[in-house]
């Protein structure tokens, strides 16, 4: 079904995310994960990290590719070719703002669509915020981001007591 774009600030990639990439590529030939700056949020990790815990998470799966862009995500869409930005949804709070972005790109770019995939219940309470909000209280993060990412942010840091 060709080419789609699953696009964020992965600030970090969490297991949420993974699940959408893992179940977006048995539907699409090739998915391209696109790593964001978003001009208002600050990041904790550089894009260069995001995008290799992004790689290093995704290296099981072959149809996938990962990429940083700066700009505008239809002109990203569009140069790649593809028809389909792919989006994960995890509840009504997350709804507003991805119907808002959602119409404004399908005025941007009208042949291009969005794809919402509902996140599955196991991950509906995990976001990136919250995981890095955790670990500066020093809570355990494992079970919730890939293990790319945790081993970055304990570097540096004493790891914190699981279990
Ligand atoms: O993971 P996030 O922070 O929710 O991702 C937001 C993202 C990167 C998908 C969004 O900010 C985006 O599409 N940025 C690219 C710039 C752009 O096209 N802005 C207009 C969107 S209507």
Redesign the pocket.
């Known amino acids: 079904m060709g080419i789609a774009v699953y696009?964020?600030?992965f600030d970090p990639i969490t297991f949420g995310h993974l699940d959408i990439i893992e179940r977006a590529s048995l539907l699409f030939d090739t998915v391209i994960v696109t790593v964001?700056d978003?001009a208002s949020?600050s990041h904790q990790f550089s894009p260069e990290e995001r995008v290799a815990m992004v790689r290093e998470s995704t290296a099981h799966l072959a149809n996938v590719q990962v990429e940083a862009f700066a700009g505008?995500?239809?002109d990203f869409v569009r140069d790649r070719g593809a028809k389909v930005i792919v989006k994960g949804l995890r509840a009504v709070s997350d709804f507003d703002y991805e119907f808002k972005?959602a119409l404004?790109?399908k005025k941007l770019a009208p042949e291009v669509e969005t794809v919402f995939m509902m996140t599955s219940s196991r991950y509906l309470y995990i976001a990136s915020s919250l995981v890095k909000e955790l670990f500066m209280y020093g809570a355990c993060v494992e079970g919730l981001v890939p293990a790319a990412v945790l081993s970055r942010l304990r570097r540096g840091h004493i790891p914190a007591e699981c279990g």
Do not use: C, D, R
Request: no cysteine; glycine share 8%.
């Open positions: 696009p964020g600030s964001f978003n949020k505008l995500l239809v972005m404004m790109n």
